[in-house]
């Protein structure tokens, strides 16, 4: 048996994060919002705009009839925008195909818009107590440090590291899910990408990465840099957050191009979002769909 599960599961039971989407009493779909809302976002800052979204929207049907502007607004200012539009794809198809009921097959779960690897999995083991491999930058870490002695894993997820991780994942259903629950929690709030908290972890005297003198990144330079000042995405988000704060208003695109340095960039950071779904163009203006 894997000897990290028995303590981290011992470790999870008293320390686990009160989030509303762990209430047993929370639908397969409340998972599912909850799981394209984590995505590249901390917990703190998705609660809010949970709670509000599945009290506008409780079911996939409700969500189905909202207009893009509605999905869009209510996103706020989670970051990658695009999950909303998609999750209301998802909602569509699930009230249309699946009378409302989130499947909990894996493969099934994949058919879904926006829904890939990780969230299949993850809405199978966390909504339907299903035996999955979950694998989230928390996790992937987690083992990295505690298995493998690295500071960090591969900058992708290789077909050798998903199998290294499925043999992790205990035999026992219930077993499996509090496994995939405990080690996202720890890379969560103990073992972070920049602060790893060894006093707090569970698994410390049995961490390889300890044991090994924390050697550093073997591949940090195959790790991309993400700049953000100055670049198209800023002005994307510029843009975007105009658009939000109009409420569905149109804005002059002058208005939208005086928010950056270079007219040029903001213009393809419009085109680039009437691309996506997530503006239109109506004459010299632009608004939310």
Same mark, same amino acid.
């Given at each position: 048996?894997?000897?990290?599960?028995?303590? #981290?599961?011992?470790?999870?039971?008293?320390?686990?994060?009160?989030?509303?989407?762990? &209430?047993?009493?929370?639908?397969?779909?409340?998972? !599912? *919002? =909850?799981?394209?809302?984590?995505?590249?976002?901390?917990?703190?800052?998705?609660?809010?705009?949970?709670? %509000?979204?599945?009290?506008?929207?409780?079911?996939?049907?409700? !969500?189905?009839?909202?207009?893009?502007?509605?999905?869009?607004?209510?996103?706020?200012?989670?970051?990658?925008?695009?999950?909303?539009?998609?999750?209301?794809?998802?909602? %569509?198809?699930?009230?249309?195909?699946?009378?409302?009921?989130?499947?909990?097959?894996? &493969?099934?779960?994949?058919?879904?818009?926006?829904?890939?690897?990780?969230?299949?999995?993850?809405?199978?083991?966390?909504?339907?107590?299903?035996?999955?491999? *979950?694998?989230?930058?928390?996790?992937?870490?987690?083992?990295?440090?505690?298995? !493998?002695?690295?500071? #960090?894993?591969?900058?992708? !997820?290789?077909?050798?590291?998903? %199998?290294?991780?499925?043999? +992790? *994942?205990?035999?026992?259903?219930?077993? =499996?899910?509090?496994?995939?629950?405990?080690?996202?929690?720890?890379?969560?709030?103990?073992?972070?990408?920049?602060?790893? #908290? @060894?006093?707090?972890?569970? *698994?410390?005297?049995? @961490?390889?990465?300890?044991?090994?003198?924390?050697?550093?990144?073997?591949?940090?330079?195959?790790?991309?840099?993400?700049?953000?000042?100055?670049?198209?995405?800023?002005?994307?988000?510029?843009?975007?957050?105009?658009?939000?704060?109009?409420?569905?208003? =149109?804005?002059?695109?002058?208005?939208?191009?005086?928010?950056?340095?270079?007219?040029?960039?903001?213009?393809?950071?419009?085109?680039? +979002?009437?691309?996506?779904?997530?503006?239109?163009?109506?004459?010299?203006?632009?608004? +939310?769909?």
């Amino acid at each position: 048996m894997n000897p990290l599960a028995r303590p #981290l599961a011992a470790w999870y039971a008293q320390n686990a994060r009160d989030l509303p989407w762990r &209430d047993p009493a929370a639908t397969p779909w409340a998972i !599912l *919002v =909850s799981e394209i809302m984590l995505q590249q976002t901390p917990a703190a800052r998705v609660i809010p705009y949970w709670t %509000s979204w599945m009290a506008v929207w409780p079911r996939p049907s409700d !969500l189905a009839d909202a207009t893009p502007a509605e999905v869009i607004l209510a996103w706020g200012s989670l970051g990658y925008p695009r999950r909303a539009l998609r999750l209301r794809d998802c909602a %569509s198809v699930v009230a249309g195909q699946y009378a409302d009921q989130v499947p909990a097959d894996e &493969d099934q779960l994949r058919t879904l818009p926006g829904i890939g690897e990780y969230t299949a999995a993850a809405v199978a083991a966390f909504a339907y107590g299903r035996r999955t491999v *979950v694998l989230d930058t928390n996790i992937r870490r987690f083992i990295a440090r505690a298995h !493998l002695g690295q500071a #960090l894993p591969l900058p992708h !997820l290789t077909a050798d590291e998903r %199998s290294m991780a499925a043999s +992790l *994942v205990p035999s026992d259903t219930q077993e =499996s899910v509090v496994w995939n629950e405990a080690t996202m929690e720890a890379g969560a709030v103990v073992c972070k990408a920049r602060e790893w #908290l @060894c006093d707090a972890c569970p *698994v410390k005297d049995l @961490c390889a990465w300890r044991d090994a003198g924390y050697p550093g990144d073997l591949h940090a330079g195959r790790r991309r840099a993400q700049p953000w000042e100055g670049t198209d995405r800023q002005a994307r988000g510029r843009v975007m957050a105009l658009l939000r704060e109009t409420e569905g208003e =149109s804005v002059p695109i002058e208005a939208l191009v005086a928010l950056t340095p270079r007219p040029e960039q903001t213009r393809r950071a419009i085109d680039g +979002l009437v691309a996506d779904g997530l503006a239109v163009v109506e004459g010299e203006a632009v608004r +939310l769909p």
